[in-house]
């Protein structure tokens, strides 16, 4: 048996006037650097799940707090599932329907943030990447295009009660004056790329 959350699974709720939005944040394992027994990936896919059953309700009694309540959160609550789930949706080494455990649950919409920036390096960097079968313009890292290639892996999931504005991934094309943000020192910068929504 091991602890579920490999680093973090946390609750901060924001109060926005009268109302509170609760910001559930984690950043599960890796899916890889383990062996046939994939135990980083089965671990990284019961990472996700837990905000599935977390934002589910009180049902998840099995979900114990600090202060040993248990269960979900209250239902009607407004949340925003945020991170780095280490998990694509299509491709890479995630075991499969990981993070479909988030996309597909009832009470949780996908803004599905893109950029051409992604769209243009996938095509540029080749390698890994020509085997992709997911949509390259969701892409949010840029990983070794010898290994994972570029992967949907960072997500901003807000529950069905707010409203979105915009959703996007700051992946400029590399003929933008913003692109040395991300290429002038790749070792300098991080290979995940920022994601953000607007929300109402």
Do not use: C
């Amino acid at each position: 048996m091991l602890r579920l959350s490999s680093k973090s699974h946390w609750d901060v709720p924001v109060y926005v006037g009268d109302r509170v939005v609760h910001v559930l944040a984690a950043h599960p394992t890796p899916p890889v650097f383990d062996g046939p027994e994939d135990r980083n990936g089965l671990r990284n896919a019961d990472e996700i799940r837990f905000w599935a059953d977390y934002v589910a309700g009180p049902d998840a009694s099995w979900i114990v707090d600090d202060a040993g309540v248990s269960g979900g959160l209250t239902p009607g609550s407004e949340f925003v599932i945020v991170g780095d789930l280490n998990s694509d949706p299509v491709d890479g080494d995630s075991v499969a329907g990981a993070t479909d455990q988030l996309l597909t649950t009832n009470g949780i919409q996908d803004p599905a943030p893109a950029s051409a920036g992604a769209v243009e390096a996938a095509a540029a960097q080749g390698s890994v990447n020509q085997s992709h079968t997911g949509v390259p313009a969701l892409d949010t890292a840029d990983f070794a295009d010898d290994a994972a290639g570029n992967l949907r892996v960072d997500y901003v999931l807000p529950s069905n009660s707010v409203d979105v504005l915009a959703a996007d991934v700051f992946w400029p094309n590399v003929d933008d004056e913003l692109a040395r943000l991300v290429t002038i020192d790749p070792s300098a910068s991080s290979d995940h790329r920022l994601v953000w929504v607007d929300l109402v």
